[in-house]
């Protein structure tokens, strides 16, 4: 079983002096990550909201 | 311009026309997002273009940023004036333009600033960032930040009266840079001036103070020599 | 296994299938960044050369491979439209660009900051990092090239035939920026796979990560894909079952179907 590297939250946090470095960029992977997931839901959402309104207007006429 | 309040055009205050025009135009630009990308994409393939051509020597790309930052940023903008009157052109709306009540100057000005917002402040926001893939000299960024913001107003003005001449004409492509490129070089070499002024470490007040006066001399002379233009060229 | 293929050629099995495979592709993505990124960032040894800098290959390298997926994926699809006229195959070249460019940006920033502390410089004009501007330049060329053109129909014609273009060019603009490199040879090249004295454990969170980041495009290309589909298969019938039949509340993001 690998060990924890780091001694206590702090030194994980400082990574070794690197932490400007490191952060940054699992925090773009963050914004890859939503980037990747958030606008099609956000999409998904407004379309079937369309979608669905148009139909409900073509079946009421 | 009357579409967008109810009020009958004769009645409406020059400043809320002016505020109306800014704000289509932002919205036509919200639904073209290539007028804001292409430009600001040009600019940055251009730039990458010279460490593929020039080699990669640090000293020599840092001496040639200023001037390349700053002439691509001069042709990224020369190239997005297309999208000023065209589009009004061809669907009728500069007509309405020039007919409408309130003065033609303002509302071209009001025109040239949404322009300028949406494809030269994009450029100057990444021109930093680019200068510094470049190497150029962290006592030249605000140098160029600012004969920029000082820079690319006069030539989006100037390539308005480009524009303004040749918008009737369908092949105007190149024209209009044999036309107004001329007219670019007061404020590159004022422009470049500035942040080679500034790396060498000499005052660079004076000469950004001369951009000031070129973009004093163009926000007031201009919109005139562009509506004569307009004129011109609708008829 | 062709048949399933030709399956995904259907709009309608696709967005089927692609609610099917959502939740599975959720967790075991979701498993394995998570476990990737702690393994990562907490549990294998610092670099005896770069400190805990080196953990940022565990994101850079699955972007890197993320860049060149979406890309070939993408040649894929349009090889698959102009052929044998695959309408799915436009659908999902459309969805992957964006996924691709960004994963693409991922890379170049990762690359920069681990470059920051070892080279000096947050930029440096060496071969990978020029090569994947220039690959970055080509999807963002692509995506506008697809909004610009107004018919659908030509905007994906007119995609396909780019991406292909683009695919030929990829290698020879890699072997011209590699010959380039080598002429304005400036730092040492510190490429970032030098793993000289190191462990191979090293590699296990890279594993996790590469994995987890194939589901998360994966994720992406599903959902946007669906997004596509609804769009333009929106009068059809098995549309109008799907959103309204039943007063149909599937949830159509997570893939869980509420009702079945």
């Not at chain 3, 609610?19 to 670099?47: E, Q």
């Not at chain 3, 992957?96 to 410089?121: K, N, Q, R």
Request: charged residues 10%.
């Amino acid at each position: 079983m690998p060990e924890f590297q780091f001694n206590s939250l702090a030194e994980l946090l400082n990574m070794g002096g690197y932490a400007q470095y490191v952060w940054p960029v699992y925090l773009f992977f963050l914004l890859f990550f939503l980037v990747t997931v958030v606008p099609p839901a956000y999409s998904r959402r407004k379309i079937v909201k369309q979608i669905k309104a148009r139909l409900r207007r073509e079946e009421n006429q | 311009m009357n579409t967008l309040t109810n009020k009958p055009a004769s009645e409406l205050g020059l400043l809320s026309v002016m505020g109306a025009t800014i704000r289509r135009e932002m919205l036509l630009a919200f639904r073209n997002p290539g007028d804001v990308i292409n430009p600001l994409m040009f600019f940055v393939i251009a730039v990458t273009l010279f460490p593929l051509s020039v080699g990669t020597d640090e000293n020599f790309l840092s001496a040639i940023a200023p001037g390349v930052i700053w002439v691509t940023a001069l042709l990224a903008v020369m190239l997005s004036m297309d999208s000023l009157f065209r589009a009004d052109f061809e669907d009728g709306n500069l007509e309405q333009l020039l007919m409408s009540p309130q003065p033609l100057y303002f509302l071209l000005l009001a025109k040239i600033f949404s322009h300028w917002l949406v494809a030269c402040l994009p450029i100057i926001l990444l021109a930093p960032v680019l200068a510094s893939m470049l190497f150029m000299s962290p006592e030249g960024m605000l140098p160029l930040v600012l004969s920029l913001l000082l820079g690319t107003p006069v030539l989006t003005l100037l390539g308005g009266i480009g524009m303004a001449l040749t918008v009737g004409l369908s092949r105007s492509g190149l024209l209009l840079a044999v036309l107004i490129l001329p007219l670019y070089v007061p404020v590159l070499v004022f422009g470049t001036g500035v942040v080679q002024a500034a790396i060498n470490g000499t005052a660079f007040s004076g000469l950004l103070a001369l951009l000031a006066a070129l973009f004093t001399l163009a926000v007031s002379l201009s919109p005139l020599a562009i509506s004569a233009a307009l004129k011109i060229s609708i008829n | 296994m062709w048949q399933w293929l030709y399956k995904l050629g259907s709009p309608k099995w696709f967005y089927t299938i692609g609610n099917r495979v959502l939740p599975w592709l959720w967790s075991i993505t979701g498993l394995l960044l998570v476990v990737g990124i702690i393994w990562g960032l907490g549990f294998s040894p610092p670099d005896y050369q770069m400190g805990d800098n080196y953990r940022i290959i565990y994101l850079h390298v699955p972007a890197a491979g993320l860049m060149k997926g979406s890309f070939y994926m993408m040649a894929l699809c349009s090889a698959a439209l102009l052929i044998w006229k695959i309408k799915m195959a436009d659908i999902v070249a459309k969805a992957v660009a964006p996924i691709g460019a960004m994963a693409t940006l991922l890379m170049l920033v990762s690359g920069s900051l681990w470059g920051i502390p070892t080279w000096g410089t947050w930029w440096i004009w060496d071969a990978r990092l020029t090569s994947s501007l220039l690959q970055f330049f080509i999807f963002v060329g692509i995506i506008a090239l697809r909004s610009a053109i107004e018919s659908r129909d030509s905007a994906a014609k007119a995609c396909a035939v780019l991406t292909l273009v683009g695919l030929v060019n990829i290698p020879i603009i890699e072997y011209s920026v590699e010959w380039w490199n080598t002429l304005h040879q400036g730092a040492s090249d510190l490429s970032l796979r030098d793993s000289s004295a190191n462990p191979p454990e090293i590699w296990i969170p890279a594993f996790f990560t590469g994995f987890g980041f194939i589901g998360l495009f994966f994720i992406g290309l599903i959902l946007r894909s669906q997004n596509e589909i609804l769009l333009r298969e929106r009068r059809s019938q098995w549309v109008k079952d799907l959103l309204l039949g039943d007063n149909a509340k599937a949830d159509t993001v997570s893939g869980i179907d509420t009702n079945a």
